[in-house]
């Protein structure tokens, strides 16, 4: 009679052990799918966070930029990147999945997103500032080192949790250079280029 009760105690206890195991393995899949979803957009946000200073040194390389209408130019530009409303739908809830498991890292993440038109706002502002466009570029430069530097951080603390070959694959990925979406380039050739004469080329300008 007692061996009786040992088994069914048993038998409970392994029913339970392999409901919290089954439990906690259905758990870190959903949150290795929502850590996925929320590494990919990220990803995403950091290439169009490096877009802009990317085609500007792409454009630059080519045409003597003058210092005054960098800015000017990167607003231009700026609106061959129109906001993506879809990868700020698909961030928000991958951030929502991650925080229901993680709410730590999902504050954390939480508005990264923000960064795009908030960067798109500040160069509005300076283009239309006389005194500050000489100077905004290089406040622009150091912005974006410590928001780049921000995003990556998040970006390798993502991969690490997600697994060690995801992280492998992502440190491959940072350390090359920033890739433009290749709809830059197509409407970069059908965008007609001013040619100046040699005897304005000092001021700026693509020569002949």
Not at 136 to 154: C, D, G, K, N, Y
């Amino acid at each position: 009679m007692l061996g009786h009760e040992y088994m069914a105690l048993v038998g409970v206890v392994l029913g339970w052990l392999l409901n919290e195991v089954g439990r906690r393995l259905w758990a870190r899949r959903e949150e290795k799918r929502a850590i996925a979803q929320t590494l990919a957009a990220l990803l995403e946000i950091r290439r169009r966070t490096m877009a802009i200073p990317k085609a500007f040194e792409l454009i630059s390389g080519k045409c003597k930029i003058p210092a005054e209408v960098e800015t000017q130019l990167k607003v231009f530009l700026s609106q061959l990147f129109p906001p993506d409303q879809a990868l700020t739908s698909r961030y928000s809830s991958a951030v929502a999945l991650v925080a229901a498991h993680n709410p730590i890292l999902g504050f954390r993440l939480n508005q990264q997103d923000a960064v795009l038109p908030f960067l798109d706002q500040l160069r509005a502002i300076a283009s239309t500032d006389f005194s500050a466009a000489p100077v905004w570029p290089m406040i622009e430069t150091e912005l974006l080192a410590v928001i780049t530097s921000h995003i990556e951080s998040l970006i390798k603390q993502l991969a690490w949790r997600h697994g060690c070959l995801t992280r492998i694959r992502v440190e491959r990925l940072l350390s090359r250079k920033p890739e433009l979406p290749e709809s830059f380039f197509r409407i970069l050739e059908a965008v007609p280029v001013q040619q100046y004469p040699a005897s304005n080329q000092p001021r700026g300008g693509c020569p002949e």
